[in-house]
């Protein structure tokens, strides 16, 4: 359909109240305000009678109208829609038809119905068929009574179940970003494959994302794709590491994202398939699959999903505006993280004591005699950033006390040193050692409100400049 037909056109449905209430009004207008063209979504036989009047079967016409509710009522004058009205307004239908008295028995107004257009799973069956979203990626036919199983198969999973990437489902998973489905976002690791938003989409929704949930996505992987990131150094690497998302801002609360009770673990949706989903297109994307290219010793269960939002309900400064992002603006930031190492204090009711705490438990971090080689994100519980905050700490303050106390003589840290053959170079002996790099150490705040308990998340031993650095993005929304 490239033009429209002059006069009037109603978009109608029988199953609707107010379409039957003014069916027989159609060859009123017809006769007094022709032409008409009638379309029924749903019934061949609705506005018989009248010589414009067809059925409407594969809701093209509705589609390219861009009906949303029934009746609709168009003017079209040399090809071009002019005005329309829809629902039933005596007032509108009157003026739109020239037609003075129309309806002068009907009721002054009756709300319409929603049309067959926006019905669950029509919508994007027609943006498939009639729309200007046209979907890249080639289809796979398969004779399997179960997707599921057909995703196994194919090596699509990572190990627990994934949801079939449908046409459908992929435009509807489109529909939660304005970014051109072609955009080309990078090369993924280690087959650096060009990877567009719509491979993002087919991922997102293997993983189990809302469509809402693609900004965020979308920026983590930009993140991760960055060369300071080093993903494919993250990937391949014998350690333990895999891509951790901290979000902040005002998307995180929009979309549901948890950052409270039980923030690293389950039960989140957003939490649990962003990180997910940005798993799965390193795999099936990139080709970084386990026993492959990923080539971890032992693993970590963030290698199924790593994702958490920080609490910004205090004092201390959101991770995302001490690395440069503006207030009131949201963001990522990636880090190459390992597993949850927990940190118990009770009793610490001082900043010093507790600091202390945290420093002895951040010293472990690869192991107690090795320096600047693996960041570390410690995040810190409520109840126990009260501890600083009542004292008037912010979180620059804690980061830097920690600095201070994670410094050490080097005849401690050196190889062999306490008969333990791991350790810095000799060279390193007469010297004061810095347990992090500058810029190796975060600060998060997140947790439920009940605990005296926070905890450390080692990096990647190769973290740096050679190795793998943070990364933060702003989510665009």
């Keep these: 359909m490239t033009k429209l037909p002059d006069g009037l056109i109603v978009v109608a449905k029988r199953d609707c109240p107010t379409c039957q209430l003014i069916e027989p009004l159609l060859a009123v207008l017809d006769r007094q305000a022709g032409p008409l063209t009638v379309y029924s979504q749903d019934d061949p036989s609705f506005g018989t009678g009248v010589s414009g009047a067809s059925h409407d079967e594969t809701l093209e016409h509705s589609f390219r109208l861009n009906i949303e509710f029934v009746p609709t009522l ?6 071009r829609e002019v005005e329309r009205t829809y629902g039933w ?7 739109l038809s020239g037609v003075a008295d129309l309806g002068a028995d009907l009721p002054v107004m009756r709300p319409g119905c ?11 069956n027609l943006e498939l068929a009639f729309g200007t979203t046209k979907l890249s990626s080639r289809s796979i036919e398969t004779d399997a009574e ?4 057909a995703c196994y198969e194919r090596g699509w999973s990572d190990g627990l179940p994934v949801v079939p990437p449908t046409p459908q489902r992929v435009l509807r998973m489109l529909g939660g970003t304005d970014r051109d489905p072609a955009e080309e976002l990078g090369l993924v690791p280690p087959d650096l494959a060009r990877c567009t938003v719509e491979k993002v989409a087919v991922n997102a929704v293997m993983a189990g994302c809302k469509p809402e949930y693609m900004p965020v996505l979308l920026a983590a992987l930009e993140a991760a794709l960055t060369e300071e990131f080093g993903l494919h150094g993250v990937l391949c690497t014998t350690m333990f590491c895999s891509p951790m998302i901290i979000a902040n ?9 948890n950052s409270g009770v039980n923030a690293l673990g389950q039960g989140n949706r957003a939490n649990a398939t962003i990180g997910r989903a940005l798993q ?14 990923d080539r971890s010793t032992l693993g970590t269960p963030g290698k199924y999903t790593f994702c958490f939002a920080e609490a910004e309900d205090s004092e201390w400064l959101p991770l995302a505006q001490e690395r440069g992002i503006a207030e009131g603006k949201s963001a990522v930031t990636l880090f190459a993280g390992e597993g949850v190492q927990g940190i118990v204090d009770q009793k610490s009711r001082h900043p010093e004591s507790l600091a202390l705490s945290f420093a002895h438990a951040l010293r472990a971090v690869d192991h107690h005699k090795m320096a600047m080689a693996g960041d570390a994100v410690l995040v810190v ?13 912010s979180k620059a303050r804690l980061l830097e006390e920690l600095e201070k106390l994670l410094q050490f003589p080097g005849e401690e840290m050196v190889a062999g040193a306490g008969g333990i053959a791991e350790g810095v170079p000799e060279s390193f002996r007469d010297k004061t050692v810095r347990k992090f790099r500058p810029g190796g150490l975060l600060i998060v705040r997140a947790g439920g409100t009940a605990g005296l308990f926070s905890a450390v998340i080692a990096g990647w031993a190769a973290s740096g400049p050679v190795g793998s650095i943070p990364v933060t993005r702003e989510v665009k929304v």
């Design 74 to 79: 168009i003017r079209v004058e040399q090809g």
């Design 89 to 95: 307004h005596r007032e509108d239908w009157q003026r």
């Design 114 to 124: 929603g049309s067959k257009t926006l019905e669950p799973g029509i919508a994007e």
């Design 146 to 149: 179960d997707l599921i199983e």
């Design 249 to 257: 801002g005002p998307v995180t609360r929009a979309i549901g994202m």
């Design 280 to 293: 799965l297109i390193v795999r099936n994307v990139g080709g970084g699959r386990p026993g492959e290219i």
């Design 381 to 393: 519980s409520p109840e126990h950033s009260r501890v600083f905050i009542e004292a008037g700490w």
